[in-house]
């Protein structure tokens, strides 16, 4: 077995040994799962049989399903730490499978459920208070029903899902294993092959030939291949908008945002807004040209940093930092935040063959794991706190919720561990030693928001734009799909299309366009956060009470109606105007520091 992890200190690993105490034991659960599974085929055709059947098969239904979540956490966290082990590979492969098998066993349940007339349901939570608490998850399943088809055309359906995959699976591959990008110079002038993974530090690079041969070199790479992209995008636009019309939704989006119950006025409030605050960003463009000293900003010189001072932080003082900006919760927070710190919740440092970037994970029955790659910069000082943040979000939900409710919807995902990311640099703006300081957590600030807020929207007003079009009777050729990419950029950055011609192409490499109405919520989430951080730094004991709620409160209601307990109400635009005053503030404050002479 690999010995890559045999220098890392033990308290900086996390301890999987409390999900299974051994290989041998996670085995064992693995194949009594296997033998339950089988047991639970009887249940087929008898759903409806009564009240107590019916709280029997979902109460199992349940369970294995928690069992088997606890099962694959263990085997995929032991791959992520080393990806290089064969036996973990495999451990993966197997829990897989095991998902699988629930599914086709389980398969009936829905579409059982569905078919119980209303009033019989409603006798039967009369005559069972078992039932009781399931309510709401049988209320979310009900509110699908004018949604699902008949047993015999969702088995239809079902076969052809690995048909309906094929566009995003030959995007995957085309993408990941097939496409090369050419040879390019990093900052000592060595030759390097641009990947996927080095693009974006040479986009961050301080000399502009750096940036410039990088990009040219990978968006030349997509022109070749602008007509093959096409038609994987095209395809997979054609799916989307097929299975929400033969499932009786309006369009792809409704069908998409049904799924978290969210209206679709949330996602036209957000373009309108972002929209409206466009000039906030040409005005960052503008200054980010000052700063830079350059008279013709190209679309490569939007993620350098602008400031010359390099913030840096160890591990241990960002355990101490956080600590000390996430009190701002209470003692009931920040008691289980030492908790993760100190009982190795985090596997912390880079090893080979482990899974790059970060998360957080786990199941209901284990800790909310973090994976980390640590680096002394100010960045994964974010990460820390960006990944503590969804840690805190499952723990509290966990702990206040049953297992049926016990997650969150993707729509609220993003808040709690952004929330903690505009707290930190409200704080580290509030110690700032100097106006250098100063400027470099400005500018990680609003490159953050730029990133987030601003560029995920216009993804957003493209992926809607095309689905629109693709409806209509539009074929979505390469040459649409540039027209149309050029405009929005041009639109969002204030940067002309003709002197930037290669951004046309950009379209061609974002793999969450085939995610299927998915980005927009980056944005109304960091906006929410940032409303949020606000409250919570500024406002009442009562607040922070509320945002506690919010945390604890998992599925257990819809997720508009979970957000605005903490004070949020996303049907409104004023969230996302309260964070743009945000950006605007700190933008100001950054303009005032160039006039002085700082970067």
Do not use: C
């Amino acid at each position: 077995m690999s010995d890559n992890r045999s220098h890392l200190l033990k308290d900086e690993t996390w301890d999987l040994s409390t999900v299974f105490p051994t290989d041998e034991a996670w085995e064992v659960e693995l194949n009594l799962l296997y033998t339950e599974l089988d047991s639970a085929k009887i249940y087929k055709g008898k759903l409806k049989e009564s009240a107590s059947v019916l709280v029997s098969i979902t109460e199992n239904y349940l369970d294995l399903l928690r069992r088997i979540e606890k099962v694959y956490v263990y085997a995929s966290m032991k791959n992520d730490q080393d990806t290089t082990v064969a036996k973990y590979q495999e451990f993966q492969a197997k829990a897989s499978s095991l998902y699988a098998t629930f599914s086709e066993v389980f398969s009936f349940y829905e579409p059982e459920l569905m078919s119980l007339e209303t009033n019989v349901f409603s006798k039967f939570l009369e005559e069972e208070p078992a039932l009781k608490p399931y309510k709401h998850y049988f209320d979310k399943i009900f509110a699908q029903k004018k949604h699902v088809l008949t047993q015999k055309e969702e088995a239809l359906l079902a076969q052809a899902q690995e048909i309906f995959n094929g566009a995003s699976e030959t995007f995957g591959i085309l993408d990941n294993a097939d496409i090369v990008f050419p040879t390019v110079h990093d900052e000592n002038d060595n030759e390097v092959s641009l990947t996927h993974g080095n693009f974006i530090s040479l986009m961050e690079s301080k000399n502009r030939s750096v940036r410039k041969e990088a990009y040219e070199a990978l968006y030349k790479t997509y022109q070749q291949y602008q007509h093959t992209y096409a038609k994987t995008l095209q395809t997979n636009v054609k799916v989307q908008n097929y299975q929400a019309k033969v499932r009786n939704y309006q369009s792809a989006r409704q069908a998409a945002m049904s799924a978290n119950f969210i209206p679709e006025s949330v996602y036209d409030t957000l373009l309108e807004a972002v929209n409206n605050h466009l000039p906030l960003l040409h005005r960052y463009m503008k200054l980010r040209a000052k700063i830079l000293d350059i008279t013709d900003l190209k679309m490569y010189d939007v993620y350098t940093s602008l400031s010359d001072t390099d913030m840096a932080f160890t591990y241990d003082q960002a355990i101490e930092k956080s600590k000390k900006v996430l009190s701002v919760f209470g003692d009931d927070y920040l008691k289980r935040v030492e908790k993760a710190f100190s009982e190795r919740w985090i596997d912390v440092r880079v090893n080979k063959g482990k899974r790059s970037g970060a998360y957080s994970g786990g199941s209901y029955d284990t800790n909310a794991f973090m994976l980390l790659n640590w680096q002394d910069t100010l960045d994964n000082l974010y990460t820390l706190v960006h990944e503590t943040g969804h840690s805190l979000h499952s723990t509290f939900t966990r702990e206040n919720q049953p297992y049926v409710y016990g997650d969150y919807s993707l729509f609220l995902a993003e808040i709690a561990s952004t929330t903690n990311e505009n707290i930190m640099t409200e704080t580290l703006l509030k110690e700032s030693q100097s106006d250098t300081e100063r400027f470099a957590i400005l500018n990680h600030y609003l490159d953050g928001f730029k990133g987030t807020v601003f560029r995920q929207t216009q993804f957003a007003e493209f992926e809607h734009q095309i689905h629109i079009a693709d409806q209509n009777g539009q074929v979505l050729t390469s040459e649409f799909l540039n027209n149309l990419y050029a405009n929005l950029n041009e639109k969002y950055y204030g940067l002309s299309k003709e002197d930037n011609p290669l951004i046309q192409y950009e379209w061609a490499r974002i793999p969450h366009f085939y995610y299927n109405y998915y980005v927009y919520q980056y944005a109304t989430g960091f906006a929410a956060a940032s409303y949020l951080a606000e409250k919570i730094v500024h406002g009442t004991t009562e607040d922070k009470i509320k945002y506690l709620d919010y945390l604890k409160s998992g599925n257990s209601d819809y997720s508009l109606n979970v957000i605005a307990k903490a004070g949020v109400d996303m049907t409104t635009v004023d969230y996302l105007n309260q964070a743009f005053k945000v950006f605007e503030k700190r933008l100001t404050e950054l303009e005032k520091l160039v006039e002085k002479g700082i970067r």
